[in-house]
């Protein structure tokens, strides 16, 4: 029986490092996408990196992203660099550019 457990918890262990790397990797997809579809003008107007630096960052996220799908488990620490870069762009970049237009919330 305790053999049973130890072989699950590696199987468990496993498909949550899959789904965890998985996500950093339509992160990156997705905060890669806006990036690429903005002006240039648009970032140095919200004051952040401009958007071949923003476009390098979030590449080189998607790429270690897909490279640790692989493998999930082996470079946990690289996922999660490149989830918590594709966060920064989204969280902060674009809700630069919304309120740059003034779509954003009047709170």
């Given at each position: ?12 262990r496993y498909y949550v490092f899959l ?21 240039p003008d648009a970032f140095n107007a ?9 476009l390098g960052i979030l590449a080189v ?47």
């Amino acid at each position: 029986m305790p053999e049973f457990a130890a072989v699950f918890a590696f199987d468990v262990r496993y498909y949550v490092f899959l789904i965890i790397t998985l996500g950093a990797a339509l992160l990156s997809v997705i905060a890669l996408t806006h990036c690429a579809v903005q002006k240039p003008d648009a970032f140095n107007a919200v004051g952040t990196l401009s958007k071949g630096a923003w476009l390098g960052i979030l590449a080189v996220s998607l790429l270690l992203s897909l490279l640790f799908a692989q493998r999930p488990g082996s470079g946990l620490i690289f996922t999660l660099v490149a989830i918590a870069a594709a966060l920064v762009y989204l969280l902060d970049v674009r809700t630069g550019f919304k309120d740059l237009r003034g779509g954003g919330s009047s709170y």
